[in-house]
């Protein structure tokens, strides 16, 4: 299944500069999802991480990691909706830089889920590259648009 914007938009809740991902590739439920960001040159943190040469920040492509993720677990036609929110960030490794003008592709693979926490397994990728990698551990909660 592919998802565009509005689709991706349907699903997280976040808005504005805080929404990182711009499509949905690939989804298999509870598998396996890859999503995509196309990395623009006007972008908030563009001027100054770092001046004269802006790299796209790590807490940033994990933020997009976190977020790709989301469609693991939320969306699943019968299963209720869920939002993952970060609790734990391991063996996060930054293997390349990210700059402007380029498109990140992050590859999430479920890992293990218990206790209401999921994990994942991530992979950034920037023009075929390993950008970025690690695993994610998320809290499954409400939707993300009402408080509980």
Same mark, same amino acid.
């Given at each position: 299944?592919?998802?565009?914007?509005?689709?991706?938009?349907?699903?997280?809740?976040?808005?504005?500069?805080?929404?990182?991902?711009?499509?949905? #590739?690939?989804?298999?439920?509870? +598998?396996?999802?890859?999503?995509? =960001?196309? /990395?623009?040159?006007?972008? @908030?943190?563009?001027? %100054?991480?770092?001046?004269?040469?802006?790299?796209?920040?790590?807490?940033?492509?994990?933020?997009?990691?976190?977020?790709?993720?989301?469609?693991?677990?939320?969306?699943?036609?019968?299963?209720?909706?869920?939002?993952?929110?970060?609790?734990?960030?391991? #063996?996060?490794?930054?293997?390349? +830089?990210?700059?402007?003008?380029? =498109?990140? /592709?992050?590859?999430?693979? @479920?890992?293990?889920? %218990?206790?209401?926490?999921?994990?994942?397994?991530?992979?950034?990728?920037?023009?075929?590259?390993?950008?970025?990698?690690?695993?994610?551990?998320?809290?499954?909660?409400?939707?993300?648009?009402?408080?509980?």
């Amino acid at each position: 299944m592919k998802l565009d914007r509005d689709g991706v938009m349907e699903v997280l809740p976040h808005r504005g500069v805080m929404l990182m991902v711009d499509g949905i #590739e690939e989804l298999d439920y509870g +598998k396996r999802v890859v999503g995509y =960001r196309d /990395v623009g040159a006007g972008e @908030f943190w563009c001027d %100054g991480h770092f001046p004269d040469r802006p790299i796209l920040p790590g807490a940033l492509i994990i933020e997009m990691m976190a977020q790709v993720c989301a469609f693991l677990f939320v969306g699943e036609e019968g299963r209720e909706r869920k939002i993952p929110y970060i609790a734990k960030v391991e #063996e996060v490794k930054f293997l390349d +830089k990210v700059y402007p003008n380029s =498109r990140l /592709v992050v590859e999430a693979l @479920f890992d293990a889920e %218990g206790a209401g926490f999921v994990r994942a397994k991530c992979t950034a990728l920037c023009g075929g590259k390993p950008a970025a990698r690690g695993k994610l551990t998320c809290r499954l909660s409400g939707d993300g648009r009402t408080e509980e």
